[in-house]
Protein backbone atom coordinates (compact mmCIF):
# COMPACT_ATOMS: atom_id res chain seq x y z
CA UNK A 1 0.00 0.00 0.00
CA UNK A 2 1.19 3.38 -1.04
CA UNK A 3 1.56 5.84 1.58
CA UNK A 4 0.77 9.34 0.89
CA UNK A 5 4.64 10.52 1.74
CA UNK A 6 5.61 8.73 -1.17
CA UNK A 7 3.33 10.83 -3.47
CA UNK A 8 5.70 13.22 -4.47
CA UNK A 9 8.13 10.34 -5.28
CA UNK A 10 6.01 8.44 -7.37
CA UNK A 11 4.88 11.60 -9.06
CA UNK A 12 8.82 12.47 -9.84
CA UNK A 13 9.17 8.47 -11.00
CA UNK A 14 6.10 8.50 -13.37
CA UNK A 15 7.36 11.60 -14.93
CA UNK A 16 10.83 10.22 -15.32
CA UNK A 17 9.70 7.69 -17.21
CA UNK A 18 6.89 9.30 -19.42
CA UNK A 19 9.89 11.61 -20.37
CA UNK A 20 11.93 8.48 -21.11
CA UNK A 21 9.49 7.06 -23.48
CA UNK A 22 9.18 10.51 -24.84
CA UNK A 23 12.48 10.64 -25.88
CA UNK A 24 12.74 7.13 -26.90
CA UNK A 25 9.68 7.03 -28.28
CA UNK A 26 10.81 10.53 -30.47
CA UNK A 27 13.89 8.62 -31.71
CA UNK A 28 12.01 5.66 -32.94
CA UNK A 29 9.30 7.49 -34.61
CA UNK A 30 12.59 9.80 -36.27
CA UNK A 31 14.65 7.12 -37.55
CA UNK A 32 11.90 4.77 -38.99
CA UNK A 33 10.76 8.35 -40.77
CA UNK A 34 14.03 8.75 -41.56
CA UNK A 35 14.41 5.19 -43.56
CA UNK A 36 10.70 5.48 -44.99
CA UNK A 37 12.10 9.15 -46.78
CA UNK A 38 15.55 7.34 -47.76
CA UNK A 39 13.84 4.00 -49.46
CA UNK A 40 10.04 4.74 -49.88
CA UNK A 41 8.51 1.98 -48.81
CA UNK A 42 5.12 2.38 -47.23
CA UNK A 43 5.61 -0.19 -44.20
CA UNK A 44 8.47 2.12 -42.88
CA UNK A 45 5.65 5.24 -43.11
CA UNK A 46 3.05 3.01 -40.97
CA UNK A 47 6.20 1.96 -38.71
CA UNK A 48 7.03 5.67 -37.95
CA UNK A 49 3.25 6.68 -37.51
CA UNK A 50 2.64 3.71 -35.01
CA UNK A 51 5.71 4.69 -33.10
CA UNK A 52 4.44 8.51 -33.13
CA UNK A 53 0.98 7.36 -32.01
CA UNK A 54 2.41 5.68 -29.00
CA UNK A 55 4.94 8.08 -27.72
CA UNK A 56 1.87 10.78 -28.60
CA UNK A 57 -0.25 8.51 -25.78
CA UNK A 58 2.71 9.11 -22.75
CA UNK A 59 2.63 12.74 -24.02
CA UNK A 60 -1.07 12.63 -23.79
CA UNK A 61 -1.17 10.79 -20.73
CA UNK A 62 1.46 13.42 -18.94
CA UNK A 63 -0.92 16.49 -20.13
CA UNK A 64 -3.53 14.20 -18.41
CA UNK A 65 -2.09 13.61 -15.89
CA UNK A 66 -0.05 16.67 -14.66
CA UNK A 67 -1.64 19.99 -16.11
CA UNK A 68 -5.08 18.85 -16.12
CA UNK A 69 -5.12 16.68 -12.77
CA UNK A 70 -7.13 13.83 -14.18
CA UNK A 71 -8.48 11.26 -12.16
CA UNK A 72 -5.56 8.64 -12.80
CA UNK A 73 -7.57 5.54 -14.05
CA UNK A 74 -8.73 8.17 -16.94
CA UNK A 75 -5.19 9.00 -17.53
CA UNK A 76 -4.57 5.26 -17.63
CA UNK A 77 -7.10 4.21 -19.78
CA UNK A 78 -6.82 7.10 -22.77
CA UNK A 79 -2.91 5.90 -22.74
CA UNK A 80 -3.94 2.17 -23.22
CA UNK A 81 -6.27 3.08 -25.57
CA UNK A 82 -3.62 5.07 -27.87
CA UNK A 83 -0.91 2.30 -27.15
CA UNK A 84 -4.24 0.02 -28.65
CA UNK A 85 -3.89 1.79 -31.91
CA UNK A 86 -0.23 2.71 -31.98
CA UNK A 87 0.74 -1.09 -31.77
CA UNK A 88 -2.44 -1.76 -34.39
CA UNK A 89 -0.59 0.30 -36.74
CA UNK A 90 3.16 -1.33 -36.23
CA UNK A 91 1.64 -4.49 -36.40
CA UNK A 92 -0.25 -3.40 -40.13
CA UNK A 93 3.50 -1.78 -41.09
CA UNK A 94 5.36 -5.13 -40.17
CA UNK A 95 2.89 -7.62 -42.21
CA UNK A 96 2.33 -5.45 -45.60
CA UNK A 97 4.65 -5.21 -47.92
Known amino acids: MTHFSDAPLLATAVIVVQTGILVLGGLI ?24 VVTFGAIVAGVLDVLLQTDLVVGLLVDSVITLVGFAIITYSLYVE
Open 29 to 52: TYFSFKAYRRTGEPSLRALAIGFG
